[in-house]
């Protein structure tokens, strides 16, 4: 949403002042339009190469013996010069497989494929580098060079532009059950489409799923499938429910009777269900899944739970008196709770199925604190903390229930454009991105997480931030 300070800092003459532009990210179901290359640093595994290949890319190989191009490049004191390069003039993506490393000297092969490869990536590029767990890596040199691939991506992301992201996925190839391309497919897909517009400097696992629960990645991967949003209203809510039905959900919106107007013109919307309820209710997950199995038939299961809805009462800790403290805890994190217990009986008609997902949403400030919302901070850290938890859980793990959350940043909602201009234009800027992402930015990293296909993917937490400074 454009406001005075941002129609001033992207005027013609702030632009010949050096203010930074933010780039019009690409956005929803969208690979990128140039090549998608392979490039390897210590060694290669198939998973990388498969797991394209599973999204229907043919990807081209870096040549790195035999450069396929020369390059004009310019330096930092504006010299030019040709150079030659492994890639095409211009990708779209580099998939860099780096899970082979084992020593210091290894990172080498990181540099030197990905020198290059930023400097031909086209506006909204991608880079994703695979690795593995640092503490499954071996010996002392392979754990340090597999934790200093997270350094070197956070970097990356913070050194590119017009739209680029980098991201890092750690996969399981040394353990028992190791990751395979079907588990990594849905995470690489995400990571390469517009989907992750406001994903960058992120790190991501990929473990095994259970098999009986598998799925291929798909552009519409809920059909048929019963999906609650609570907190569905307005604003992030409202683009949740949007999102699922885009892409065949039956969505059941849930929201607070006081919110019924927007609620029901969401679910006309998208043909779904409204639902008015308060989730602070102590019988609240019985009407969840009452209201389902009453709708859509006594054998109809939830696939995804999403805990979207959520307060702020927001107050210096020394000002916050009792009720301001335990009414956004039992918003945010107690109702999540209650209503798990409820949904997760196996034997409760309208309850949640198995392969199912839960999907909460934090916050940036649950991982770096907020001045003045102690409070909030408390109860989104308390979110992430229960998705940790609930995906150790072995008896949902053998459910194939995924557990998940994301926690977004500054995001553009009414709720943020009641802020003071200047401390609004600062939260948009203080991310590599330098804009403010969109409601639909964290949709689409929900469906990511929830999706059937995503069954190796659990126990994390996304931040959808662009990349903030803050926390970082």
Not at 1 to 24: C, F, K, W, Y
Not at 186 to 207: D, I, K, N, P, W
Request: charged share 20%; hydrophobic share 45%; aromatic share 2%.
């Amino acid at each position: 949403m454009a406001d005075l300070m941002q129609i001033l800092t992207s005027n013609p003459i702030a632009r010949q002042l050096g203010v930074p532009q933010p780039t019009n990210l690409r956005r929803g179901r969208e690979l990128p339009s140039g090549p998608v290359v392979l490039a390897t640093a210590g060694g290669a595994s198939a998973l990388a190469r498969e797991a394209v290949e599973l999204l229907g890319l043919t990807p081209q190989d870096a040549l790195v013996d035999t450069p396929q191009t020369r390059v004009t490049q310019t330096d930092d004191d504006g010299r030019t010069r040709e150079v030659p390069t492994p890639y095409p003039s211009t990708i779209g993506a580099v998939v860099l497989d780096a899970t082979a490393l084992t020593t210091i000297e290894d990172l080498e092969g990181v540099r030197g494929a990905l020198r290059p490869a930023l400097k031909a990536l086209e506006p909204s590029g991608r880079v994703v580098v695979l690795g593995v767990e640092p503490e499954t890596a071996g010996a002392p040199t392979a754990v340090a060079a597999q934790q200093a691939l997270e350094g070197i991506v956070r970097s990356v992301g913070k050194e590119l532009r017009k739209g680029a992201t980098a991201n890092l996925v750690r996969v399981d190839l040394l353990t028992d059950a190791p990751t395979t391309a079907a588990d990594l497919a849905s995470t690489m897909s995400f990571l390469l489409e517009g989907r992750s517009a406001y994903v960058s400097g992120q790190v991501l696992h990929v473990g095994h799923g259970a098999a009986a629960h598998a799925a291929e990645v798909s552009s519409r991967p809920f059909e048929g499938q019963v999906v609650v949003v609570t907190g569905a209203g307005r604003g992030i809510g409202a683009s949740i429910a949007e999102t699922f039905a885009r892409d065949g959900a039956l969505v059941v919106a849930v929201d607070v009777p006081a919110g019924g107007e927007g609620l029901a013109a969401v679910a006309n919307r998208i043909g779904g269900q409204a639902l008015q309820l308060d989730i602070t209710a102590p019988d609240a997950g019985e009407r969840i899944a009452a209201h389902v199995a009453q709708r859509f038939g006594e054998a109809a299961r939830i696939h995804t739970v999403v805990h979207n809805a959520g307060i702020t009462r927001d107050k210096l800790l020394v000002n916050t008196d009792e009720e301001r403290w335990g009414s956004v805890l039992e918003v945010n994190l107690a109702a999540q709770t209650r209503i798990n217990a409820v949904l997760l009986d196996p034997a409760l008609p309208g309850g949640l199925d198995d392969g199912g997902s839960i999907v909460g949403v934090a916050s940036t400030s649950g991982i770096a604190g907020n001045r003045g919302q102690a409070n909030y901070a408390a109860s989104k850290a308390g979110v992430i903390g229960l998705v940790r938890a609930m995906a150790a859980d072995p008896a949902l793990a053998a459910r194939g229930i995924t557990v998940n959350a994301v926690a977004p940043g500054f995001i553009e909602t009414e709720m943020t454009g009641k802020m003071p201009m200047a401390t609004r234009e600062v939260a948009r800027r203080i991310n590599s991105l330098q804009q403010g992402g969109r409601p639909v930015d964290v949709a689409e990293a929900i469906g990511y997480l929830a999706a059937p296909a995503s069954g190796a993917v659990s126990g994390q937490v996304l931040r959808v931030c662009g990349q903030s400074q803050i926390g970082a």
